[in-house]
């Protein structure tokens, strides 16, 4: 049996209208010989009555007041809302649909309410509905306990949901509909000539959504690499190709000239809400210092040590916590609020002379202060003034020459 997983976001499914061109390409996928499940957010965006911020303003006041047990069963409802109004509509085209709960598809997770991670899915909750011809709706964003408890996944859990899914039913692909064409080589409301791409690799679009993109979510990209599971990301509205995520060996280049970077860099990302943060002090308490910091689930990024002082970034709404920590231990700190990280991302990069400097000279240029740099095997970042990430955006994409 050759099945295919098609996800479909909150917008796709928010109108009649829209759930029309979903079930076209629920009736391509039959008519090409496949089984399909199909995985659906919660119906439109904050605001409108079905989607999952809506339900959870109905009561939320005080999140550090509320049982994260009951918030789960109420965010769940938005996504069981959506099978179930798509196989209806489904039935009226002919197909035989069933829509399930995360639950009911055999989609376990452990107890973390509001962010907890899939341990396991029991394919013969699915299978046998398959092999009787019916389209599986299933609710995504939602599993459950070992004891019953209906759990949410955190931002992104429809996307996690669906290579979840692929992996555990051996699919030949998953397929992720959104509103746009494909992952680009920016963000095109940054980038007019931004440009989409045909093919990446897993820790390309891994590293892109790390660094800001918000395409496919980080976890999601992990589960299908780890299970080998090709994704596609496609436009639900749109019957361009998208782009395909899988293992591809790209040539390395040896030096960069400004020449051959379609064979180098594949995007740039950039990602808001950064602060800067410069700690005063000589590594006697740097050990418990960031043990309180990681007790205290606050993540830290871009870190340099020097001998007099540490830098590193958080993002801006970790800064109160920070804060109170680094009054305990008395130590002189400073911190630069409204910065951007801007990431070059290519998994061809490291080691290649000429990148670095590319970088940096064209952002000099164009009169951008680059506060602090980090790079690994397939990125550079580069922190800057938030009010220069476009400029700095747009400069990059332009020198590396990403839309040619």
Known sequence: MNIIVQKFGGTSVATKERRSMVMNKIDE???AGYAVVVVVSAMGRKGE????DTL???ILEDASTYNLKHLDLLMSC???????VLASALETMGYAAIPLTGYQAGILTDDTFG??????????KILPHLEEGKVVIIAGFQGATKDGFITTLGRGGSDTSATALGVALKAKQVEIYTDVDGIMTADPNVVPKARIIDEINYDEVFQMAEKGAKVIHPRAVEIAQ???IPVKIKNTMSTHPGTSIHYCRKKRGTLYSGKSCEQLLTAITHKDGIVQVTIYTEGSSDSQLLSALAKASISIDMINFFMDKKVFTIEEVQVTALEAILKDFQVKYSILQACSKV???GSRITGIPGVMATVVNALTKEGIK?????DSHATISCLVKQEDAKKAVCTLHEAFHLDQ
């Open 343 to 345: 990431t070059i991302i």
């Open 29 to 31: 996928a039959k008519k």
């Open 56 to 58: 959870r303003g109905l």
């Open 78 to 84: 938005g996504e069981v809302i959506s099978s179930v």
């Open 49 to 52: 009555p079905y989607a999952t």
């Open 370 to 374: 680059i506060l602090q740099t980090s």
């Open 115 to 124: 962010s907890a991670d899939i341990l396991s899915i029991d394919s013969n």
């Open 226 to 228: 780890n299970g080998n």
